[in-house]
């Protein structure tokens, strides 16, 4: 069973910065599609980004860009969320997902990811 464990989550002041990480131990993280998602309560999963294991630019929403970037480390199995300059809004649960096969890069939609951590919650006060 794949096995993804987000941490890094908590309470930051707006304003602030935050760093997710993604675990993703025993999987065949170098040759796949990973993604980050959050989940503001009583709102849908919001697409955040996507990293390709062939292209080294990630593709981030473009409301989200500027403020947020993700980077892999394949040799250690980590995915990484980078948040800066957060608002409330960016409050929620954050996931990180992960899928192989087929195209990647335009990946935005949770039906396209088959695997997801547990989610870490990110707190933004005013």
């Known amino acids: 069973e794949i096995q993804l464990v987000e941490s890094g989550g908590g309470s930051v002041q707006a304003g602030g910065a935050l760093r997710l990480s993604c675990a993703a131990p025993?999987?065949?993280?170098?040759?796949?599609?990973m993604a980050w998602f959050r989940q503001a309560p009583g709102k849908e999963r919001e697409w955040i980004a996507t990293?390709?294991?062939?292209?080294?630019?990630?593709n981030v929403a473009n409301s989200l860009q500027g403020r947020f970037t993700t980077s892999r480390d394949n040799d250690n199995n980590q995915l990484t969320l980078s948040m800066n300059n957060l608002t409330p809004e960016d409050s929620g649960i954050y996931y990180c997902?992960?899928?192989?096969?087929?195209?990647?890069?335009?990946?935005?939609?949770?039906?396209?990811?088959?695997?997801w951590g547990q989610g870490t919650q990110v707190t933004v006060s005013s």
């Open positions: 997902a992960a899928d192989h096969g087929g195209a990647c890069y335009s990946r935005r939609k949770s039906a396209d990811f088959r695997y």
């Open positions: 990293t390709s294991s062939i292209i080294a630019t990630p």
């Open positions: 025993g999987y065949t993280f170098r040759t796949s599609c």
